[in-house]
T-cell receptor
Framework: GAVVSQHPSRVICKSGTSVKIECRSL??????MFWYRQFPKQSLMLMAT?????????EQGVEKDKFLINHASLTLSTLTVTSAHPEDSSFYIC????????????FGPGTRLTVL | RKEVEQDPGPFNVPEGATVAFNCTYS??????FFWYRQDCRKEPKLLMS???SGNEDGRFTAQLNRASQYISLLIRDSKLSDSATYLC????????????FGQGTELSVKP
C-alpha cells in the first residue's frame, strides 16, 4: 500500500502554544487528506477533510480557527493546533487518498500531542 | 444513535478459539465497508474490505447484510498476534468519501 508519514510522532508543549503537524504522502499524489482525532479508549473521529488547493471542510463541532488546515500541495497537508490547551491532548492521525476517498485511505502513523 | 455500533468488548479468548465481532450501521447511504485493526498507540490498518457476497482471507471471514445493515467479522484459530482493537468502518461516498469508525472491539488472545 501507499506510504503516508506524519511529523512529529510525538509532541509535548505548554498550554497556549501552537503546534503544527505535517502529513505527507510519500509515493502518490493525495488529492484528499483527512484529519482524525482519537481520545483514549475512543474511536477515531473525523475532524476535517482537506482537498488540495481549496479550503478544508470541517466536521460539526470542530473549530476551524483553532485547527488550521493547509493542503498546499498534492503531497503535504498540515494541521496547526492554535493556542493548545490540555483538553486538546489527543492522538491526531491523518489519512490520504488519491480519489476523494473513493478508494482506500492510507493512514499516517499518528501524532501524540500532550499539552501541559 | 451512533452511526456505527460495535460489540462493546473486550473479548478475552484462548489461543485457537473462534471469535465473532458484530457491527451495525445506521446510514443506508453507506457504500463500502471495512474492518480495520488498531494496535495500542498505533494507527489503524486495513484488515479487509467487506463485500455483499461475503469474503474470506485466511482465518478471517467478513459478512455484510445490507438489508439488516449488519457487518460481521469471524476470526478462526485465533493467535496471540491477533490481540488488537478491531474497528468496523463504513465509507460514505456521497459525503466525499468520509469514513465513519465504530468505537472498536478489543480482543485479547491468551496462551
Amino acid at each position: 500500500g501507499a506510504v503516508v508519514s506524519q511529523h512529529p510522532s510525538r509532541v509535548i508543549c505548554k498550554s497556549g502554544t501552537s503546534v503544527k503537524i505535517e502529513c505527507r504522502s510519500l509515493d502518490f499524489q493525495a488529492t484528499t487528506m483527512f484529519w482524525y482525532r482519537q481520545f483514549p479508549k475512543q474511536s477515531l473521529m473525523l475532524m476535517a477533510t482537506s482537498n488540495e488547493g481549496s479550503k478544508a471542510t470541517y466536521e460539526q463541532g470542530v473549530e476551524k480557527d483553532k485547527f488550521l488546515i493547509n493542503h498546499a500541495s498534492l503531497t503535504l497537508s498540515t494541521l496547526t493546533v492554535t493556542s493548545a490547551h490540555p483538553e486538546d491532548s489527543s492522538f491526531y492521525i491523518c489519512s490520504a487518498s488519491n480519489l476523494a476517498g473513493v478508494h482506500e485511505q492510507f493512514f499516517g502513523p499518528g501524532t501524540r500531542l500532550t499539552v501541559l | 444513535r451512533k452511526e456505527v455500533e460495535q460489540d462493546p468488548g473486550p473479548f478475552n479468548v484462548p489461543e485457537g478459539a473462534t471469535v465473532a465481532f458484530n457491527c451495525t450501521y445506521s446510514n443506508s447511504a453507506s457504500q463500502s465497508f471495512f474492518w480495520y485493526r488498531q494496535d495500542c498507540r498505533k494507527e489503524p490498518k486495513l484488515l479487509m474490505s467487506v463485500y455483499s457476497s461475503g469474503n474470506e482471507d485466511g482465518r478471517f471471514t467478513a459478512q455484510l447484510n445490507r438489508a439488516s445493515q449488519y457487518i460481521s467479522l469471524l476470526i478462526r484459530d485465533s493467535k496471540l498476534s491477533d490481540s488488537a482493537t478491531y474497528l468496523c468502518v463504513v465509507n460514505l461516498y456521497n459525503q466525499g468519501g468520509k469514513l465513519i469508525f465504530g468505537q472498536g472491539t478489543e480482543l485479547s488472545v491468551k496462551p
